[in-house]
């Protein structure tokens, strides 16, 4: 099963909206989680990584202040897209490392973002 | 920076054939890893073998093999006996152990087909 579970898998809302996306690591504990944006045909950008108990740190030309991020728990990390327009509209994907030495990093399954 | 490059956009192969995947890195971090992930067309990123740039042998796993060439900076990806359902998008990454504080960057993806 999925190590790393992403809520909700789709949404859509209406512009000027705030939409939240919830990113859980399951049985086991993630310090570090990551969101990335994926347009249609395109690669995965990384937007931000996701520290427990501290700041977000954003990747240059991310506004932090559209795309809040929130590491509450070892298991949780939420992104809060804040009035969120059509260009918005996008594949957000988180990802957390397991911990384990062979480097398995795990996605979750993705959240498809449409705003009309 | 970290630069991936995967030149080939689209590949196709007859099933049960054998398809190499190009990659293509440059990187300034001492060690570093580089992984493979299928993304098929539901979204999801599903992690097929990971490399470590320390690691004395190719990687590995089941159908899947990572000719790893350091020297040229490579890290080709072999799908033996293809089969129809290995048809998705593939993903090249990397990911930095040093300053960059394990973020991973993502190539451009190539496009499998796999025909009958």
């Known amino acids: ?116 | 920076a970290q630069k991936i490059t995967q030149t080939q956009p689209g590949m196709f192969v007859q099933e049960k054939e054998a398809v190499t995947l190009d990659c293509t890195y440059d990187t300034s971090d001492p060690s570093y890893g580089l992984f493979w992930y299928k993304q098929p067309s539901s979204g999801e990123m599903i992690f097929l073998i990971y490399q470590g740039s320390y690691d004395q042998q190719n990687a590995t796993e089941g159908r899947y093999s990572l000719n790893f060439q350091k020297a040229r900076k490579s890290a080709n990806l072999v799908i033996s006996a293809s089969q129809l359902g290995d048809s998705a998008m593939y993903f090249c990454a990397h990911i930095g152990r040093g300053s960059t504080l394990g973020r991973l960057y993502f190539g451009r993806g190539t496009q499998l087909t796999v025909w009958p």
Request: contains cysteine; charged residues 15%; neutral net charge.
């Open chain 1, 1 to 116: 099963g999925a190590v790393v579970s992403q809520h909700p898998s789709r949404v859509i809302c209406k512009s000027g909206t705030s939409v939240k996306i919830e990113c859980r690591s399951l049985d086991f504990q993630a310090t570090t989680m990551f969101w990335y944006r994926q347009f249609p045909k395109q690669s995965l950008m990384l937007m931000a990584t996701s520290n427990e108990g501290s700041k977000a740190t954003y990747e240059q030309g991310v506004e932090k202040d559209k795309f809040l991020i929130n590491h509450a728990s070892l298991t949780l990390s939420t992104l809060t897209v804040t009035s969120a327009h059509p260009e918005d509209s996008s594949f957000y994907i988180c990802s957390a490392w397991t911990g384990q030495s062979t480097g398995e990093l795990f996605f979750g399954e993705g959240s498809r973002l449409t705003v009309l």
